[in-house]
């Protein structure tokens, strides 16, 4: 068994180790890591410069790229020997709720898992307060013995967030949605120009009880099943009668 781990937070951040430990009694644990934090680097891959990897023992390897770029590599070049039976992205420290998923390296690295047939989880913990990774690394070590004997539905990925605290109930549930309000922060240089801060007030969320922000303000670890079709399936039928410039015959 060979489980690849990669995060955002970089190869050496104490939430990557937390994980590490706890799956290494699983099989092969082997860390292709971002050399520094890549956090709110998405699903971006590296196209115009060279990747250095370098290793940094002998199941651990730290890239100068994105989580996306270390899954790539790790599975296929790395591993291209030993193809993993599992990719755990995490812990990222700060959760990864809503609409937030989309700007989430932690998240991206377990869609790039997927997108290679790779069974993948992403596990992100509550930033406020106390941090201890402990309660969240022994979720993901039951999530990973569960992945690792029944699969995972095709194309699913699943978005784990851990509130603080050491969480007795999990609950399946869907992305939540933020509510947009004044994330921008204006400060002045030296030179009297200004420059600006995105994110610097904690996100509010549209309420909705099945959603991962209200399991994991009520306590509970939250697992949201992503998958990678943007496509807005419910639009279709009523898009079938736009009058496109250049509609193309029947629509399919
Ligand atoms: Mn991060």
Redesign the pocket.
Known sequence: MTILLSN??GYDAPGLKALEQELSSLGRVVVVAPDREQ?GAAHSLTLNHPLRVHQVDENCYRVEGTPTDCVNLAIFQLLKDDRPNLVVSGI???YNLGDDVTYS??VAAALEGVLLEIPSFAVSLNSRGAVDFGPAARVAGQVARLVLAQGLPRDTLLNINVPSGDPTEMRITRQGRRVYSEGVVERTDPQGRAYYWIGGTPPSWHPDPHSDFAAVERGEVSVTPLHLDLTNHRVLPEMRDWDLPFASGEPT
Request: without cysteine; hydrophobic residues 0%.
């Open positions: 955002d937070d956090s990222n420290r700060g390296g932690t």
